[in-house]
């Protein structure tokens, strides 16, 4: 029987498994495989504790994970969260996992007494787009963003 998925902190020993699941991440983004650098990324922020990292557990195992990174709103004059990264393994979707994942970043936000949670996903991405919608994410029709590469 399957258990109920677990949310939690990361801790330094899900460094190996938050690799692996980074990895995955990014070659979702269609970056090549590179399993070191998902990791050594994955410790650097746990070591740093320069972002909040959730992982879901199910059955004992890492079944997904999100990343937030504080930063500042100048119009709201707040803090906020950027919500960057979402992903629930592949073996480990339909089951709610993502869901709960949101669910507890929004928790982890209120408690930690930031006014708004920010989000980027591919205009392709439309399974998560239902899931944020579903879950009262709004979609800024209002402004473009971009980005400048510089490395």
Not at 105 to 125: F, I, K, P, Q, Y
């Amino acid at each position: 029987m399957t258990s109920p998925t677990l949310v939690r902190d990361a801790r330094p020993d899900d460094e190996a498994g938050l690799g692996v699941l980074l990895d995955a991440y990014r070659q979702f983004y269609a970056c090549a495989p590179d399993v070191p650098r998902a990791r050594a990324f994955i410790a650097e922020r746990l070591d740093r504790q320069d972002s909040v990292i959730l992982v879901a557990e199910r059955d004992g195992d890492l079944a997904g994970f999100t990343q937030l990174y504080p930063t500042l709103c100048t119009v709201e004059a707040a803090p906020i969260y950027v919500l960057y990264d979402l992903f629930v393994d592949p073996g480990s979707r339909a089951h709610g996992v993502g869901r709960a994942l949101l669910r507890a970043a929004a928790e982890r936000g209120r408690r930690d007494g930031v006014v708004r949670m920010d989000l980027s996903t591919a205009t392709t991405n439309t399974t998560a787009q239902a899931l944020y919608a579903s879950e009262g994410w709004q979609r800024d029709d209002e402004f473009h963003h971009y980005s400048l590469t510089l490395a």
